[in-house]
């Protein structure tokens, strides 16, 4: 099974810019769909972007479309979340996930990195 290691994450002021990265441990990583989800305290995981297999397609929750980029390199492995003009409630812990059943829910996800977590100040 795939396993999923999230870096990156770290304080910025608002209108700030972070980029987060998850490294997966096999080659069959082109074989995912890969998405990245957050959770901010007392809140539930919500989707935040997605990405196809050979990247064709990408996915963004409204309350990050415009702002936030996804992509991948499957030749390394990764899956990037550029985040640009953060806002305070970008506040999460942004985690990356892999599977091959759905995009924006994560019941279709079955692997999940730890998280890292992403503080914007105002």
């Known amino acids: 099974q795939v396993q999923l290691v999230e870096s990156g994450g770290g304080l910025v002021q608002a209108g700030g810019s972070l980029r987060v990265s998850c490294a997966a441990s096999?080659?069959?990583?082109?074989?995912?769909?890969m998405g990245w989800f957050r959770q901010a305290p007392g809140k539930e995981r919500e989707f935040v972007a997605a990405?196809?297999?050979?990247?064709?397609?990408?996915y963004y929750a409204e309350s990050v479309k415009g702002r936030f980029t996804i992509s991948r390199d499957n030749a390394k492995t990764t899956v990037y979340l550029q985040m640009n003009s953060l806002k305070p409630e970008d506040t999460a812990v942004y985690y990356c996930?892999?599977?091959?059943?759905?995009?924006?829910?994560?019941?279709?996800?079955?692997?999940w990195g730890q998280g890292t977590q992403v503080t914007v100040s105002s």
């Open positions: 096999e080659r069959t990583f082109s074989s995912y769909i």
């Open positions: 990405i196809t297999r050979s990247s064709t397609c990408t």
């Open positions: 996930a892999a599977g091959d059943r759905g995009v924006t829910s994560a019941v279709g996800y079955d692997t």
